[in-house]
């Protein structure tokens, strides 16, 4: 891809916001359900999307998984062998740059038993390419078993389903798998493709209208959180510091914005637990740390008067930073702050006041304006909106049809009545981000 990016994927054609562009069964997946959570005083609030002790057990379960598929198939062996590896235990890579795939490669075999790879007979087989197979059957080598273990961590996406039965029974399901072609997708702080999991399969969406010969690019963490920790998450999973255009303007009122982001990241931990709590209506957290829900409030003020120092920011340039500290709007839904980019614009005769929930929403579409976390945060604005302002409110109303919105980039053409359905369903937390592995000692 050039920019020392190496391999990816590339539009061939023009595509609108909301098509489907990929759809990719997986190599090999596990789950792991837990049937019964408990929500009330004493329980944790755990939050979807976000890496967990499940997501470790179902790591190694999947590296097994993989290892005993590549036992079996010379052809599964083959696809692993095309996938990056990260580091090794010392910090080197593979040494040597990956190979472009050959697409037959990636195309589900025939179900000709006279093409499938696992012979069986113990003879050395010429695959298609003229390369020698390895037998089926044969012992896997420590290096190979170890290089699995590296690929899962660099490629696995693993992603949450939540299913209420009420808002206080709910049953959780973790799961993480292989998905090949996805797996050559790169990253970026401002992805133009969200996946979308239905059944086992992967569909990739495009969450913006794109252009040919563009590189489709999706997150592989959490892009709403500030660019150090960010950073953390390349350097430590993936072993690269993202160069976008969003990383690139952050890094550069990095320290304007160093004090800052400490600060969120102490508030937002301790706080985070708190707002989910009272999106759950659990009494016994209604005063469980509250000051520190204030705090993180008063911090998007701070970064108000940061931003309007830095004249040259564009508006989706100064949103992009917003969505760094996107918690911190949402912590207070009530307070209303005077739009800057309005005051620039010399039509507008008076300053605009928008309450921070709006301002949030901005952001998070600025950043993807179809992925599953900006619906998360289209709908905790909705829910917000309506217990404050009630459900025939301007605001409610404005939110309810952004978050429609989203779902239509996100899902594609449905019907009215189905879009609802979705946001409803992001509100009680059905939908959960899908994102890559963090790179955790397991």
Avoid at 1 to 28: F, H, Q, S, Y
Avoid at 94 to 120: A, F, N, T, W, Y
Avoid at 235 to 258: A, P, T, Y
Avoid at 274 to 298: E, K, M, Y
Wanted: net charge positive; charged share 25%; aromatic share 6%.
């Amino acid at each position: 891809m050039g920019g020392g990016r190496g391999r990816g994927l590339v539009l061939t054609t023009d595509a609108a916001a909301g098509e489907i562009l990929l759809v990719c069964n997986p190599v090999a997946m596990v789950s792991k359900a837990e049937t019964k959570i408990a929500e009330g005083p004493g329980a944790t609030v755990l939050r979807t999307g976000c890496w967990t002790g499940s997501h470790e057990v179902l790591a190694d379960q999947l590296v097994a998984l993989l290892c005993a598929k590549a036992f079996r198939s010379c052809r599964i062996r083959k696809l692993l062998s095309t996938l990056c590896a990260g580091s090794a235990g010392g910090g080197q890579t593979d040494r040597l740059p990956l190979p472009v795939p050959s697409i037959d490669l990636l195309v589900e075999q025939s179900s000709d038993p006279s093409k499938r790879d696992d012979h069986g007979d113990g003879a050395a087989k010429q695959d298609d390419e003229g390369f020698k197979q390895e037998v089926p059957g044969m012992l896997m080598s420590l290096q190979e078993m170890e290089r699995i273990f590296r690929v899962v961590q660099c490629n696995a996406f693993g992603y949450t389903r939540v299913q209420r039965k009420s808002k206080k029974e709910m049953s959780r399901c973790w799961s993480c798998g292989i998905w090949m072609l996805p797996s050559f997708l790169n990253h970026s702080c401002t992805p133009n493709v969200a996946s979308v999991i239905v059944g086992d399969a992967m569909m990739i969406v495009a969450s913006r209208s794109l252009k040919s010969n563009e590189e489709l690019t999706v997150s592989y963490f959490d892009i709403f959180r500030p660019l150090k920790e960010r950073r953390c998450s390349m350097l430590k999973s993936w072993s690269f510091i993202c160069c976008c255009k969003r990383c690139q303007v952050e890094g550069s009122l990095q320290e304007s914005l160093n004090f800052l982001s400490q600060a969120y990241s102490f508030q937002e931990t301790e706080a985070a637990h708190t707002l989910q709590a009272r999106h759950l209506g659990c009494p016994a957290f209604d005063t469980w740390n509250v000051s520190s829900l204030v705090n993180l409030a008063i911090l998007p003020e701070i970064l108000e008067k940061v931003l309007l120092r830095q004249p040259g920011l564009s508006r989706d340039e100064s949103n992009w930073i917003r969505a760094s500290f996107i918690c911190g709007y949402l912590a207070d839904g009530q307070r209303l702050m005077t739009d800057p980019d309005h005051l620039k614009e010399e039509r507008y005769k008076k300053p605009v006041k928008r309450s921070y929930l709006e301002i949030a929403l901005d952001a998070a579409e600025t950043v993807s304006p179809g992925h599953p976390q900006t619906l998360q945060i289209a709908a905790v604005c909705q829910d917000r909106a309506i217990h404050m302002y009630g459900k025939n409110s301007l605001l409610v109303k404005q939110v309810s049809k952004r978050a429609m919105r989203i779902c239509l980039r996100l899902f594609g053409k449905q019907t009215d009545e189905i879009l609802k359905k979705l946001v409803i369903a992001a509100t009680l937390d059905v939908l959960s981000s899908c994102v890559m592995f963090s790179n955790q000692k397991i």
